[in-house]
């Protein structure tokens, strides 16, 4: 079964770090691409960070450049997202996605065809 599965959100305090890992079964995630978002009520899902699934070339949104990075692990089949010096707008349900074709703006989430039940991250003190 094609499954994707979140983990490693959490509460922590402004200027603290996370690690969110994406686990994908039932396909390869290097084969894909993958990207991360969140969402807040009442807003639209936003991107923050993909990776490609050709040439694993890497995207960020301009509120996390810098602070975020994404990454992946082939032998686990494994997405991660390292978040540092997070700040209480970094709030937010994180989602990961998969877009079969990778072939639009991986950033939006209208391109994704999977997505994970999402993990929480509050950051606050």
């Known amino acids: 079964q094609e499954q994707l599965v979140e983990s490693g959100g959490g509460l922590v305090q402004p200027g603290g770090s996370l690690r969110l890992a994406c686990a994908a079964s039932?396909?390869?995630?290097?084969?894909?691409?993958i990207g991360w978002f969140r969402q807040t009520p009442g807003k639209e899902r936003e991107g923050v960070a993909c990776?490609?699934?050709?040439?694993?070339?890497?995207w960020y949104s301009d509120s996390v450049k810098g602070r975020f990075t994404i990454s992946r692990d082939n032998v686990k089949n494994v997405v991660y997202l390292q978040l540092n010096s997070l700040n209480p707008e970094d709030s937010g349900v994180y989602y990961c996605?998969?877009?079969?074709?990778?072939?639009?703006?991986?950033?939006?989430?209208?391109?994704?065809?999977?997505w994970g039940q999402g993990t929480q991250v509050t950051v606050s003190s």
């Open positions: 996605g998969l877009d079969t074709y990778g072939l639009g703006d991986c950033l939006q989430w209208y391109e994704y065809d999977y």
């Open positions: 039932g396909f390869r995630s290097n084969k894909y691409t």
């Open positions: 990776v490609n699934r050709r040439h694993g070339d890497t």
